[in-house]
């Protein structure tokens, strides 16, 4: 039987903000945040900056027990016009491979019991190329994940490329393509990520986008393809705070039914 969802108070508080607030001063409706979807945004931070993102994120797994991840602590430095440096730390609860954010997990044995799992991120944030004619915008992204508790204890290398256009109107088409060598219970194996998000602004405060992404995994014991479709949006409280909120449902037989991601972003 699957379980009933419940909204987290989280989830409640930022949905009723977003309903809420009625200003509309002349803001970017974007901060940049990389957590605003799973593909993450196409440019670094900018220089002199620190763009810190956090969230909590609830998965209704297929089998066994949910998992809960939070912070999802993201540090974004901005060091030149192009790069950027990143620190980040995540705490798991019941963490079964299941991935529907930037954050890499293991893949866990799927018992009906708590499989607690945290982590920390490091590595660094490139811009390659501007937008010109059929040129897109892009940047690649390099950084490492080592658990400091769990089951399994491996540093999980992971390399993202991401590219994008900026469309008329304001809307954004980006895609993104994801390897991380990761460790499971027996051995390590790839798991690859391709995604793709189309991003709307509705104000110039308010975006909305709808996104489709696929996590699968090479030279596993059993390898799995966890597919998502998953609308999203975010609203600028001011021109250096964001919050946000994404839902996804599994299209794919291993994926999660359900999940919710409600965070947020902050530039200082």
């Given at each position: 039987?699957?379980r009933s969802l419940v909204p987290?108070?989280?989830?409640?508080?930022?949905?009723?903000?977003l309903?809420?607030?009625?200003?509309?001063t002349n803001?970017?409706?974007?901060?940049?945040?990389?957590?605003?979807?799973?593909?993450?945004?196409t440019?670094?931070?900018?220089?002199g900056t620190v763009?810190?993102?956090?969230?909590?994120?609830?998965i209704?797994n297929?089998?066994?027990?949910?998992?809960?991840?939070y912070?999802?602590?993201l540090?974004r430095i901005?060091?030149?016009?192009w790069?950027?440096?990143?620190?980040g730390?995540?705490?798991?609860?019941?963490?079964?491979g299941?991935?529907v954010?930037?954050?890499?997990?293991?893949?866990g044995?799927?018992?009906?019991?708590?499989?607690?799992?945290?982590?920390?991120?490091?590595?660094?944030k490139a811009?390659i190329s501007?937008?010109?004619?059929?040129?897109?915008?892009?940047c690649?992204?390099m950084?490492?994940?080592t658990?400091t508790s769990?089951e399994v204890?491996?540093t999980?290398?992971v390399?993202?490329?991401?590219?994008?256009?900026e469309?008329p109107?304001?809307w954004?088409?980006?895609?993104a393509i994801?390897?991380?060598y990761?460790?499971?219970?027996f051995?390590?194996?790839?798991?690859?990520?391709?995604?793709?998000?189309?991003?709307?602004?509705l104000t110039?405060?308010w975006?909305?986008h709808?996104?489709?992404?696929?996590t699968?995994?090479?030279?596993?014991?059993?390898?799995?393809?966890r597919?998502f479709?998953s609308p999203?949006?975010?609203?600028?409280?001011?021109?250096?705070l964001?919050i946000?909120?994404?839902?996804?449902?599994?299209v794919?037989?291993?994926?999660?039914?359900?999940?919710s991601?409600?965070g947020?972003?902050w530039?200082?």
């Open positions: 039987m699957r987290t108070p989280l989830a409640a508080g930022l949905a009723a903000a309903l809420a607030v009625a200003s509309t803001l970017a409706a974007d901060l940049g945040t990389d957590r605003d979807a799973f593909t993450p945004n440019h670094s931070a900018p220089a763009l810190t993102e956090g969230s909590y994120v609830f209704d297929p089998v066994g027990l949910p998992t809960n991840n912070p999802e602590l540090v901005g060091g030149t016009d790069f950027e440096w990143r620190f730390v995540n705490y798991g609860v019941g963490s079964q299941n991935i954010t930037s954050v890499e997990v293991g893949e044995p799927l018992k009906r019991r708590s499989l607690y799992e945290s982590s920390v991120l490091y590595g660094f811009d501007d937008q010109d004619g059929l040129l897109p915008e892009s690649f992204i950084e490492a994940s658990p769990g204890f491996g999980v290398p390399a993202t490329y991401v590219a994008g256009y469309l109107a304001g954004r088409l980006d895609a994801r390897y991380a990761s460790e499971g219970v051995h390590w194996f790839d798991r690859w990520s391709p995604s793709v998000v189309l991003r709307v602004p110039d405060r975006e909305v709808a996104e489709y992404f696929d699968f995994t090479k030279r596993n014991v059993v390898d799995v393809n597919a479709f999203g949006t975010h609203y600028l409280l001011t021109k250096n964001e946000g909120l994404r839902v996804g449902w599994g794919t037989d291993a994926a999660a039914p359900f999940f991601d409600a947020f972003g530039r200082w």
